[in-house]
């Protein structure tokens, strides 16, 4: 079946700049995660949904960045007024219930410029 | 506070070789250990552990948990060039959410 989608894939902002960045979880996945993945590091976590319930946002690094998931399906993380250190793949990943195994999408690299 | 430590950082073998990949951690109420294999894409599921001593094998991969000692292994026998990843080891403790070491990247040559 098909897996976990994001766009875009690349994202190039100027610093300033807001984005949003999309995540469609594996059908039927009611728990979805973002995390953020800077040059040579493991994946951080930022923020995970149960359905359209934002349950833990404590990764979240500024109040500049902000997640939703309106109708428990699709999820958009969007980033306000982009900074440099906003730079680095933003993956999502989705599971059947939330204590079982995640699967990630393909990222979306951010680059600010 | 809760961190995953992977070792070695980078790996450079030959075709046929066999390696193995080392995982320690320190997470509150472990729940589950997991290993992911990381091309330029999504990180790829490869195992699940979260009881001691029980082996858990795919092809030419396997991988075991000690909960005693806190760590884990993965090993890989009879390398191949599309072995050639960064292999990403994660926790998962009172939360839902994964906790990731920085990940060992291997490189295979022909």
């Known amino acids: 079946g098909a897996g976990v989608s994001q766009s875009p894939r690349y994202k190039v902002a100027k610093r300033g700049q807001d984005v949003a960045l999309r995540c469609d979880p594996i059908?039927?996945?009611?728990?979805l995660f973002w995390y953020q993945q800077a040059l040579g590091q493991g994946p951080e976590f930022l923020t995970y949904?149960?359905?359209?319930?934002?349950?833990?946002k404590s990764g979240l690094p500024s109040d500049r960045f902000f997640a939703e998931r309106p109708e428990g399906s699709v999820s958009t993380l969007k980033i306000q007024r982009t900074q440099q250190e906003d730079s680095a793949v933003y993956l999502c990943?989705?599971?059947?219930?939330?204590?079982?195994?995640?699967?990630f999408g393909p990222g979306t690299r951010l680059t600010v410029l | 506070e809760d961190k995953v430590v992977q070792s070695p950082l980078s790996l450079v073998v030959h075709e046929g070789d066999t390696v193995t990949l080392n995982c320690s951690y320190e997470v509150t109420n472990f729940r589950s250990l997991l290993w992911y294999k990381q091309e330029k894409k999504a990180p790829t599921f490869l195992f699940m552990l979260t009881s001691s001593g029980i082996e858990k094998k795919s092809g030419r991969l396997s991988s075991i948990l000690d909960k005693k000692e806190l760590f884990s292994i993965l090993n890989i026998t009879a390398t191949q060039t599309g072995d050639s990843a960064i292999y990403l080891c994660?926790?998962?403790?009172?939360?839902?959410?994964?906790?990731f070491g920085t990940g060992t990247l291997l490189a295979v040559q022909p």
């Open positions: 994660a926790v998962g403790g009172a939360t839902n959410k994964l906790i």
């Open positions: 949904f149960q359905n359209e319930a934002q349950l833990d």
């Open positions: 059908s039927g996945h009611v728990s």
């Open positions: 990943a989705s599971s059947f219930t939330g204590w079982d195994t995640q699967y």
